[in-house]
């Protein structure tokens, strides 16, 4: 390797002064969540982030290691769960801020670190400032990452790639210890927010950039430099992978089928929208694409809304992409490039290609990947390095104007076309949406068609006026300055009204079922509550709401999975990929799962739709204990639900399946029989006379205390997932914990007084954490012995 002679780009300070900058331009993008108390709420940013981040800032509060999630799904690992992302460094701001600005700063950090990290990247490939620039803006403010705070997992990880491509290209040109520790920690930022597709994806990245890199120097420096950035990489990602690898051979995390995991899948129809805009959004009511649409026009595998409602990168962008192209065609490595751009885009259009399930039938690894739309800030990404590209090739001092003068005209001229077509002739809307859809409603006609004339229309105002400003007149730092306020500007208009925020006290306010819940229980103790509700509605309107405030409250009030985590209240959801495939296998009957099996697993409460059809039929022991005539739902108790720790008789099978079908089919067992799979051995039986007590200590989620008095041998059954990790003792002896109930834990117990202990310890996590630690050691000392090295060859 050698040393760090050569120098960056961008000295540290002035790369303060860029991040800087790019902070203040973000700001002004997203001025009303900066000069506002509202909250970045839409989608699994209040179902999945919130929840997260709450549970994660409350255990390291008290100094503890968040490693057993009990919010959802009768619990789970909280590190195997990729997507938990425990070890990004912004989750320190939890720590310090109260939970909606922790997650505001979160969301807005990682728009000048996207910026940055494109920034970086094309001026490692020589693309003059404005021409950077250019790019930073296309990719930070692209439909996709401007949408995605709906998500900020997502986001975190999509910022952070760009960066990780700049220290993998540095460290491939010139090989040294800094580097490689600098790139591999960038790549493993990418890990650890939280994103296994993204990383992996970033790592297929690397290694394209490896074979097409001018510079990368001769095949065998290649191969053994991208080698070591990637093994390196994961390494330091080892906390993260291990605990996930431990889980992905446990179950079956992310998609169980080819079907499913082509949800979200980007449709043909919405590939117009990367040169035109979100022509099919209602941007200024509903801030997104309506559901009517989506289920008719774009559907996304079963759900009422799209990944992302936008996947615009700026006509601009797409000019210079294009003209790039154009200029370098004689290049082999341009069609390379090309190429693998347009399998990501294959790969993004999921089920509507066979490209997606050729990948997912061929590779195992790729299995547990889901929701082909994700991979779309990769094609956004791609789009912007060409787009930088393009500018060094075609607008600096003798370079190929003329092919942004033919592209600006062309797509232009295609812009054009499509909006005087629509307006004059209502081409599209007769061609493309009455022949997939005859019976739209008028209004929703009248609005498309509008869209699309507008943005047309938009189109070919941006591509012409990019053709005008390749031609040489003025100065070129004029020229430079209108291109990119071009491209700034066409994404304001098309994605800020895009992001959603609400009010802040949608956090803070308890909903009246949790307070209904709370009353019941004593304090402290854990309780378990299920929601059968699917939609919510909310056609009332709700004073100071939009449509996605009323939805965000609908959430809460229902308490779907897993906003009842705001509350201290754990649910009987499954929404986390890390839920245990046996308490899944139980809820093939809805109605059976809740009135029956969900109690008898000791969830005492339920929320349901009080609207005609709602599908799930309650025994008449339920007692209704709150309405919410707003969003048409109910809160009810199951008295003979069970207790979460109890002495049980233990009925043995031979196995899951037997379990399954004395559960699913026919009357229950009685309340004190628990059905056990006794791995081939045998079980004292207990007779009806069984009598006992338990006393149960949780000093943590991941310990569990029962002393237990039994008059004969018998079982205790926890109301818990029954997944790998968990160790139990019985007064100091190690003893088998035993599937019961087919989803929750049992252990054998004598007759007389015992102390049973159950501790979780993460798979993979000790060992992660000892690898990752080695690897900054190993890369300390190897920087020492460079600086050595480069010290004498100097004297």
Not at 75 to 98: E, R
Not at 422 to 445: K, Y
Not at 466 to 471: Q, V
Not at 731 to 749: F, H, K, M, T, Y
Request: glycine share 12%; with cysteine; proline share 7%.
């Amino acid at each position: 390797m050698t040393d760090d002679s050569k120098q960056a780009d961008v000295p540290s300070g002035r790369a303060w002064v860029v991040f800087a900058g790019m902070g203040v331009v973000a700001l002004g993008f997203f001025a009303r969540a900066a000069l506002s108390s509202d909250v970045f709420i839409a989608g699994d940013t209040l179902r999945a982030f919130y929840p997260m981040r709450a549970f994660w800032a409350e255990r390291v509060s008290a100094f503890d290691l968040p490693e057993w999630y009990a919010y959802d799904g009768f619990g789970q690992s909280f590190l195997g769960i990729f997507l938990s992302g425990a070890f990004h460094p912004t989750s320190l701001l939890h720590l310090v801020l109260p939970l909606g600005v922790a997650v505001k700063l979160t969301v807005l950090s990682c728009y000048p670190v996207a910026m940055l990290g494109v920034w970086a990247l094309l001026r490692e490939y020589g693309v003059p400032r404005p021409g950077a620039l250019f790019g930073a803006f296309c990719f930070a403010f692209s439909g996709y990452l401007v949408c995605i705070t709906n998500n900020p997992t997502y986001l975190l990880a999509a910022s952070s790639v760009p960066a990780a491509l700049w220290g993998a290209v540095r460290f491939l040109r010139a090989p040294s210890a800094r580097r490689l520790a600098v790139g591999a920690g960038l790549l493993a930022l990418v890990a650890f927010a939280g994103d296994a597709q993204g990383f992996a994806m970033t790592n297929a990245l690397i290694v394209l950039v490896a074979l097409v890199d001018p510079e990368a120097g001769g095949w065998r420096r290649r191969v053994l430099t991208c080698a070591a950035l990637v093994v390196t990489g994961a390494l330091l990602s080892a906390p993260q992978l291990f605990p996930a690898a431990g889980l992905v051979l446990s179950g079956e995390p992310g998609a169980r089928s080819v079907v499913e995991a082509q949800r979200f899948s980007l449709q043909p129809l919405r590939l117009g929208e990367l040169l035109m805009g979100p022509y099919l959004a209602d941007m200024h009511g509903l801030r997104g694409i309506p559901d009517v649409v989506v289920w008719n026009l774009v559907p996304s595998g079963g759900f009422g809304r799209v990944w992302v409602d936008s996947i615009y990168v700026g006509t601009p962008a797409c000019v210079l992409a294009l003209a790039g192209l154009w200029a370098c065609a004689r290049r082999p490595r341009a069609w390379v490039l090309a190429g693998a751009w347009v399998l990501l885009l294959a790969l993004c259009l999921g089920d509507s290609l066979p490209v997606y399930g050729w990948v997912y039938q061929v590779l195992p690894l790729w299995r547990p990947f889901r929701y082909p739309e994700k991979l779309v800030p990769l094609v956004t990404l791609g789009l912007a390095v060409a787009a930088g590209l393009g500018w060094k090739h075609c607008l600096v001092e003798g370079g190929a104007r003329r092919a942004v003068v033919g592209a600006g005209l062309v797509l232009g001229a295609l812009g054009g076309a499509v909006a005087l077509g629509e307006a004059a002739g209502g081409w599209w809307t007769r061609g493309v949406l009455t022949s997939r859809w005859p019976e739209a409603p008028a209004v929703v006609v009248g609005g498309l068609s509008g869209n699309v004339v507008w943005m047309g229309a938009m189109t070919a105002v941006l591509g012409w006026a990019c053709a005008a400003l390749a031609w040489p007149w003025g100065t070129a730092r004029l020229r430079g300055g209108l291109f990119v306020a071009l491209e700034l500007g066409a994404l304001v208009w098309a994605h800020e009204p895009l992001y959603v925020l609400a009010p802040a006290e949608l956090l803070e306010l308890s909903p009246p079922f949790a307070d209904r819940i709370r009353e019941r229980v004593p304090a402290g103790e854990p309780v378990r509550v299920g929601s059968s509700v699917r939609a919510i509605g909310n056609a009332r309107a709700v004073p100071g709401l939009d449509h996605h405030g009323r939805l965000s409250l609908g959430f809460t009030t229902g308490l779907l999975p897993d906003t009842a985590t705001l509350w201290g209240l754990e649910s009987a959801n499954g929404y986390m990929p890390g839920e245990s495939v046996r308490v899944r296998g139980l809820r093939r009957d809805v109605s059976r799962w809740y009135g029956e099996l969900a109690p008898r697993l000791g969830t005492p409460f339920s929320v349901h739709s009080t609207r005609a059809g709602a599908g799930v039929v309650l025994p008449p022991t339920v007692r209704v204990l709150a309405e919410d005539p707003l969003f048409e739902t109910m809160l009810v108790e199951h008295p003979e639900a069970l207790a979460r720790v109890l002495l049980a008789r233990p009925r043995c099978v031979a196995g899951k399946d037997e379990a399954l079908g004395l559960l699913l089919t026919g009357p229950l067992p009685p309340r004190d029989v628990a059905v056990v799979e006794c791995a081939g051995g045998s079980l004292p039986e207990a007779s009806e006379r069984l009598t006992g007590t338990v006393r149960v200590e949780r000093p943590s989620p991941e310990h569990l205390v029962a002393r237990v008095e039994a008059s004969e041998p018998a079982v205790l059954v926890v109301n818990d997932a029954l997944l790998p990790g968990w160790t139990a003792w019985v007064d100091g002896q190690e003893a088998a914990i035993l599937p019961a109930n087919v989803a929750v834990r049992a252990v054998a117990v004598p007759a007389g007084q015992h102390q049973v202990e159950l501790r979780y310890r993460t798979p993979g996590l000790r060992l992660g954490l000892l690898v990752a630690l080695g690897t900054l050691l190993a890369l300390a000392l190897l920087g020492r012995m460079g600086r050595r090295a480069a010290g004498k060859a100097t004297t």
